[in-house]
């Protein structure tokens, strides 16, 4: 089955303890990227990843890093987490520029609470 | 400006009417539209692709007006499965590719019995 799989699903941390939250696509896709989405801003970009080893910041990419070492897997790292980051983040995938096929496959979800 | 702008509702729709949002995007260059599906708490799912000649799914229309930069749904005999954040989606590269991909901030549909 196609699919984007995150975890945890849940999280509740404190505030500076680093956590990393994987995600992992079965699809072959070239495009990788993380969103956080909160209550009246929508989803808002934090990083993408266009390949193996090519990373860029998206929108909203402060407190964040990622890497794409392997083209399946494209984790998001919290080095030091704090409130602010308290949110519900989506991992998405998809063919990339000139593939045609510009859909966008979004895992389940990790819902993530710093206190 | 931003690029892709939805009303937010919500709309609280009774079962069985029909139901039409919009949505604008500032981009006259953009070249691929698409409405997705978001449940409570759940991840976005493409509910359908919006070409220039307007297409159907079932109780879903989409119409696309390139002159007037907007894009609607139109859902017609609503049910309460309906029930909904509705996310207007526009790519403004030609050749596609999920990297484009610009999202609004969704138009929250509620149907009730």
């Known amino acids: 089955e196609a699919q984007v799989t995150q975890n945890p699903r849940y999280l509740i941390t404190v505030t500076g303890k680093k956590l990393t939250v994987t995600c992992s696509q079965n699809?072959?896709?070239?495009?990788m990227s993380w969103y956080r989405q909160d209550p009246g801003l929508g989803l808002r970009q934090i990083y993408y990843?266009?390949?193996?080893?090519?990373?860029d910041k998206g929108d909203v990419p402060e407190g964040y890093k990622v890497s794409r070492k392997e083209k399946r897997n494209f984790p998001l790292i919290l080095e030091s987490p704090s409130p602010n980051q308290t949110s519900l983040y989506f991992c998405?995938?998809?063919?990339?520029?000139?593939?045609?096929?510009?859909?966008?496959?979004f895992g389940q979800g990790t819902r993530l609470t710093v206190v | 400006r931003k690029e892709v702008e939805q009303d937010p509702g919500p709309f609280n729709v009774p079962e069985g009417a029909t139901v039409a949002f919009n949505c604008t995007y500032s981009?006259?260059?953009?070249?691929?539209f698409f409405w997705y599906r978001q449940d409570c708490r759940k991840e976005p799912k493409l509910l359908m692709s919006?070409?220039?000649s307007g297409n159907e799914d079932g109780r879903f229309t989409a119409q696309l007006n390139r002159a007037s930069q907007y894009i609607s749904l139109l859902i017609r005999d609503s049910k309460l499965s309906d029930s909904a954040t509705y996310l207007c989606?526009?790519?403004?590269?030609?050749?596609?590719?999920?990297?484009?991909?610009?999202f609004g901030k969704g138009t929250h549909l509620i149907i009730q019995p």
């Open positions: 998405a995938s998809g063919r990339g520029v000139g593939a045609g096929d510009t859909e966008a496959f």
């Open positions: 699809m072959n896709h070239e495009y």
């Open positions: 990843s266009m390949n193996v080893e090519v990373t």
């Open positions: 981009n006259s260059a953009s070249q691929s």
């Open positions: 919006v070409y220039s």
């Open positions: 989606v526009v790519n403004p590269y030609s050749g596609g590719g999920a990297d484009g991909l610009t």
